[in-house]
């Protein structure tokens, strides 16, 4: 089973987007969902991941104090609220599943189509 996320779009810097992330794909196993993205030409960046059951947060120094990661545990859905959006937020977004909640991509799983969001000056 893979995630699915949406919401993506092209908007100015300074603006919002939030993006959400669906699909059953959380074994009993995992513990926490992530957001990833991805700019052309360059490898897979961690954004932000959310510890399931508690609510606990953490974010790429990047993003800290622009995005929250939040979910709805009745529609697993998890979400990525974009506020000041930069050019360099510009990539594909992907939200996966992991176990262990680690800052590389090997760490997830069942990566979905992504959703892109470009952000102009």
């Known amino acids: 089973v893979q995630l699915q996320a949406s919401g993506g779009g092209s908007v100015q810097a300074g603006e919002s987007l939030k993006l959400s992330c669906t699909g059953s794909a959380q074994t009993t196993s995992d513990n926490f969902m992530g957001w990833f993205r991805q700019a052309p030409g360059k490898e897979g960046e961690f954004v932000a991941r959310i510890k399931w059951r508690e609510g606990i947060k953490y974010y790429a120094d990047s993003v800290k104090g622009r995005f929250i990661i939040s979910r709805d545990g009745a529609t697993k859905t998890t979400y990525l609220q974009m506020n000041s959006l930069k050019p360099e937020d510009t990539a594909v977004y992907y939200c996966?599943?992991?176990?262990?909640?680690?800052?590389?991509?090997?760490?997830?799983?069942?990566w979905g189509q992504g959703t892109q969001v470009t952000v102009s000056s």
């Open positions: 996966a599943s992991s176990a262990w909640g680690g800052l590389a991509t090997g760490d997830y799983h069942s």
